[in-house]
T-cell receptor
């Protein structure tokens, strides 16, 4: 158990809908990262937050947004969903945003868009 | 920009034999390298990391990795493979230059250990 909790584990929704994925980082970790894992794109970095503020942005679509709350949990919002958004979405957390700090991953949310 | 290549999609090895999963990287500054393992329907688990110092890094579950700066490689190794090592393995890198702090992952290598 990594200590990173993601909910829900599975989500099935229709095209055009909006969903929210939730992540609770390890106790004390200030950084939260979101990744998307799909068969054709591999593991893609979406966005990072550190202590409530956006730190880095990757290949995140404009239809997607995220935030980190004062209690450090994070939410990833996906809207106007398309079939191609079906993927496994991972949250990871780490302590100080140092170069030598490994990230710890949650078990992921499997999103299926039908 | 930082990048990682895992040239083999699939590696098969017999139980008890040594295994190697290959990784090469590209960065502008100094590399910080990581290996993760993913079991079916699970998240990624951290195995080991290279920061500085010894080129041979030891990690969890008997795995080790060899850093080679001239070949820009960071291959994962284990002297004697177990069937339970069968999983998807990811190499990742952080670049010391620039402001990016996220891990960039390779495409993954599926390791199958045959009994």
């Amino acid at each position: 158990d990594s200590g990173v909790t993601q909910t829900p584990k599975h989500l099935i929704t229709a095209t055009g809908q909006r969903v929210t994925l939730r992540c609770s980082p390890r106790s004390g970790d200030l950084s939260v990262y979101w990744y998307q894992q799909s068969l054709d794109q591999g593991l893609q970095f979406l966005i990072q937050y550190y202590n409530g503020e956006e730190r880095a942005k990757g290949n995140i679509l404009e239809r997607f947004s995220a935030q980190q709350f004062p209690d450090l949990h994070s939410e990833l919002n996906l809207s106007s969903l398309e079939l191609g958004d079906s993927a496994l979405y991972f949250c990871a957390s780490s302590g100080k945003p140092g170069l030598n700090t490994e990230a710890f991953f949650g078990q992921g949310t499997r999103l299926t868009v039908v | 920009a930082q990048s990682v290549a895992q040239p083999e999609d699939q590696v098969n090895v017999a139980e008890g034999n040594p295994l190697t999963v290959k990784c090469t990287y590209s960065v502008s500054g100094n590399p910080y390298l990581f290996w993760y393992v993913q079991y079916p329907n699970r998240g990624l688990q951290f195995l080991l990391k290279y920061i500085t110092g010894d080129n041979l890094v030891k990690g969890s579950y008997g795995f080790e990795a060899e850093f080679n700066k001239s070949q820009t490689s960071f291959h994962l190794k284990k002297p004697s493979a177990l069937v339970s090592d069968s999983a998807l393995y990811f190499c990742a890198v952080r670049d010391s230059s620039g402001s990016a702090r996220q891990l960039t992952f390779g495409s993954g290598t599926q390791l199958t250990v045959l009994p």
